[in-house]
Nanobody, 128 residues
């Protein structure tokens, strides 16, 4: 069983930065495509960013483009989310997710139900 653990969340003032990390424990396949999602109170969980197993293709929602950067570590179920110029509307619980892959390729995944493993979430609070 694979377990994902997020870290790096916290409280920051608007305009500040945080770096989220996601690491896996347990038996993992050779690679995984990774994604970061977030869920604010009273809202549905939404994709923030995704990255392919190759690490060469990334996807961001419009509201975080040019502010957030997703990266992964050799597709080993490890991912990072560098968040700069944070805004109060970025406040949410952030979750990492992994979709195992037998191959290294350039495919990323956008839908929550495409991911097999999830972390427990880390709170990010941005004050104005």
């Amino acid at each position: 069983q694979v377990q994902l653990v997020e870290s790096g969340g916290g409280w920051v003032q608007a305009g500040g930065s945080l770096r989220l990390s996601c690491a896996a424990s347990g038996r993992t396949s050779s690679s995984a495509a990774m994604g970061w999602f977030r869920q604010a109170p009273g809202k549905e969980r939404e994709l923030v960013a995704a990255i392919s197993t190759s690490g060469y293709r990334e996807y961001y929602i419009d509201s975080v483009k040019s502010r957030f950067t997703i990266s992964s570590d050799n597709a080993k179920y490890t991912a990072y989310l560098q968040m700069n110029s944070l805004k109060p509307e970025d406040t949410a619980v952030y979750y990492c997710a992994a979709k195992p892959s037998a191959y290294i390729n350039d495919r990323y995944y956008l839908m929550p139900n495409e991911y097999n493993y999830w972390g427990q979430g880390t709170q990010v609070t941005v004050s104005s």
